[in-house]
Structures are given as structure tokens and as C-alpha cells.
């Protein structure tokens, strides 16, 4: 074999792991290509599937839902009357959750990586059920809050008050 036909094999072999982009950052607007305040119908069409509800709807102003393709496990959508009002990134079953902040913060990331990303702007609030906090940053009417667990986060989520700071799904 000639020696740059090898080398071009190579470059073939490597080029789809180069070509991989990263996941898109969780912001304050949401989670690209979805923006909180989407209709539903808005939500599917920037997604290109549709949403499919990931347990029984709490009402029918109110659910959860994920990608009707079954990708990206490690998102949830919650839709309140008819419009994303919050997105949550955590761990699905089995899997890692690869998102981040634009600050490069996801889970597993330390309370202390939170605080200096995000500096003053965060509210530490004590956890409702676990020895953990919930660390909250608002602006401009957006949430990004942070679940933690001894000292690491476990999920986190960007959403519209009260929506973001809901505990149990739409509850």
C-alpha cells in the first residue's frame, strides 16, 4: 500500500469522533434548538420530532415530556399550557448526562465550581430532601438553579418562576 493511502485511511477513520460537535450549553433561554416560551408545535418543529410525554400528565396544563425518538435521555421539557416553561438536565438510568452551562457546569461538577462560575449571583438554598442545596441564579425573569448532593450537583435546570423552582414534575 502506498504510503499516503494509509494516512488518508487514517485521517477516515478518526474524522467522524472529529466531527462530533458537543452537546449545546444549557443558558438562561434554554437549550438550543429549544428556547423556553416555545409553543409546544414551535418546540417539535426546531427539534424536527416530535415530544412524546414521559409520564402521566399531572393536568392538562401541565407535563413532562422528552423527544418522541428516544435521543438525548438526559433532557426533560415541561410544558405548561401549551409552552416550554422549563428544561432539566440530570442522569438518565444507566446513561451520563454531557451537558453543560455555557460556564461548564453539568453534573458531577462541585458546589465550589458553581459558586466561582457564577459568583454572588447564586442563591444557596438548603435541599427539600436530600443533605444537599439548591443553587439559584436568576435573570432577567430566567432561572438556571442547581440540585446538589454531598456538594456535587445531580441535575440541573433552566426555567420561567415557579415552574423552575417546582420540587415533584409540575407540583
Known sequence: MKPWISSVLVMLAVLPAACQQAPAPLTFDGLEPVHLGMT??????????????MQQAQSEDCWLTGRGDGKDKQISYMVQKG?????????????????????????????AAVLKAYGPAVLVQPHAYEEGHYLRIEREGRVLLFETADGRVTRFRAGFPPAVDYIEGCL
Not at 41 to 49: K, W, Y
Not at 84 to 101: H, L, M, Y
Open 40 to 53: 409546544v408545535a414551535q418546540a417539535e418543529s426546531a427539534l424536527g420530532v416530535a415530544f412524546r410525554p
Open 83 to 111: 409552552r416550554i416553561t422549563r428544561i432539566d438536565v440530570f442522569a438518565p438510568p444507566g446513561g451520563e448526562a454531557t451537558i453543560q452551562t455555557a460556564k461548564g457546569i453539568g453534573v458531577g461538577a462541585t458546589e
